[in-house]
């Protein structure tokens, strides 16, 4: 695959120029070559979980070669390269930049097994359609670049906000005002979902001592934590994490964080560059392993950080715990898309197969031990004891110590994860992570940050 542009450069030149690694599974003379996919991703599943590669292999013959890049990278694989991949392993909110350039095929709901099984929240954006208790959330939610209508018949309306070239290709099912669907459903889609999760921020509960319902996202940027708040350092992540927080605080007035002007981007960006140059943040990490090693070593007691990383630290005894701000989440969404250059009709097949086989319930399993949810989450009780289950699912106490595929220990008999029941947070979303219009300058200026001395 080609080398990076300057802006991409740029983005993994701020730790070092972070390497792409290959992960290719040992070649079987089994395995036809059109049994064998090409998977591009950003490692938080496939690279991550090398026994879904192996599973898949044993259970339907496909052999997963996963690529491995930063979002920014799988981003210009697709403009560029679509013949270099099967799959991509991508994100809702990929689809505006991602779709625009033609090179992803329509997937046939029709030809996805389990897809009445798909969780209402990622079709229709509520758990219960129509719900007005629950929030949306601002920004590319998975229901609002799920749906595609190739024929741009106008049975639907595109989501506001939709790029030009995706009116009435990328449309919604479900009428906002009124939560219900509008017609028969779409009978296509921009990608199968797959792993989902609710993000925030993670603090040290004997510093900050409130409970996790308790906390806004304004105490990122409390003064009293000055030099041991940690954010992270991608700029579209971090810029929802920062300015979730500066809107809290009323510091800075963003209308919506999914889709934020010119004006309202370099507001947030001058008032963290100050907070910067007062030292309120410890730093910016890119990788996770810092996020856990700052925190656990008294440096940073309040940041941003992933349900995995508080899990491996609260299954050590360390007193960090995720929290559930009143504002709401970040959420994001994931799933397989599948490349235009498929053309071959056993390849294509064996792409439709290996998206069925995911949603069967061992892909799931793994991905609930991580922390993550599914799109499909019903099938993962047949590897999961029941206890377990209910643990990371339903919010109840841990019946005994659980591990994580990679082997660690990461929850400790009778905790109970932070936030509550899947339902409880499904219901409280502030905003999804997404591709905003002004996304370019987006990036310059938060690598203006990122180079603030």
């Avoid at 080398?3 to 701020?14: C, I």
């Avoid at 509520?126 to 929030?135: E, N, Q, S, T, Y």
């Avoid at 939709?162 to 009435?168: F, N, S, V, Y």
């Avoid at 994860?417 to 938060?446: K, M, Q, Y």
Wanted: hydrophobic residues 40%; positive net charge; proline residues 6%.
């Amino acid at each position: 695959m080609t080398g990076l542009t300057r802006r991409e450069l740029l983005v993994q030149g701020a730790i070092g120029a972070r390497a792409i690694g290959l992960e290719v599974p040992s070649r079987s003379a089994a395995v036809p070559a059109d049994r064998r996919l090409r998977v591009t991703t950003i490692g938080y599943d496939l690279f991550q979980i090398p026994s879904l590669a192996q599973r898949a292999k044993r259970d339907i013959g496909v052999e997963i070669l996963t690529e491995l890049g930063s979002t920014y990278q799988m981003n210009r694989w697709v403009r560029q390269q679509p013949a270099a991949f099967d799959i991509l392993d991508g994100f809702s909110f990929l689809v505006d930049p991602d779709w625009a350039t033609g090179n992803l095929q329509p997937i046939e709901i029709a030809k996805v097994e389990r897809w009445r099984q798909i969780s209402p929240l990622l079709k229709h954006g509520r758990l219960r359609p129509g719900d007005r208790r629950c929030a949306y959330g601002e920004g590319d939610a998975a229901f609002r670049r799920l749906y595609l209508d190739p024929d741009r018949s106008g049975r639907w309306k595109s989501p506001v906000g939709a790029p030009r070239q995706l009116e009435g290709l990328l449309v919604e099912w479900t009428d906002e005002r009124t939560g219900r669907p509008v017609g028969p459903e779409p009978r296509f889609c921009t990608g199968v979902p797959t792993a989902f999760n609710f993000d925030s921020f993670g603090y040290n509960a004997r510093v900050v001592r409130k409970q996790p319902q308790q906390l806004s996202w304004a105490e990122l940027l409390n003064g009293k934590w000055r030099g041991r708040v940690g954010v992270i350092a991608d700029p579209l992540n971090g810029f929802q994490d920062t300015g979730n927080a500066a809107r809290a605080a009323r510091l800075v007035r963003i209308r919506d964080l999914g889709a934020p002007t010119r004006r309202e981007i370099d507001a947030l960006i001058k008032l963290l560059i100050v907070l910067k140059r007062r030292k309120h943040f410890h730093g910016f990490w890119w990788e996770f392993s810092d996020a856990k090693t700052w925190m656990r070593s008294g440096s940073v007691v309040i940041g941003s950080m992933y349900a995995l990383t508080i899990s491996l630290l609260q299954a050590v005894g360390f007193p960090v715990r995720q929290a559930a701000p009143r504002e709401g989440y970040r959420a994001f969404a994931g799933m397989f898309s599948i490349s235009s250059a498929v053309t071959d009709p056993a390849k294509l097949r064996a792409c439709y197969d290996f998206i069925n086989w995911w949603s069967s319930g061992f892909a799931g399993s793994m991905m609930l031990r991580f922390g993550y949810f599914n799109a499909v989450e019903a099938t993962a009780r047949r590897f999961m004891d029941p206890d377990e289950y209910a643990y990371w699912l339903h919010g109840k106490p841990a019946a005994e110590d659980y591990k994580a595929p990679s082997g660690d220990k990461v929850v400790r008999a009778g905790s109970v994860r932070d936030g509550g029941p899947f339902a409880r947070r499904a219901c409280r979303i502030a905003s999804w992570n997404s591709w905003p219009a002004e996304t370019e300058h987006l990036l310059g200026r938060w690598y203006d940050l990122l180079n603030t001395r």
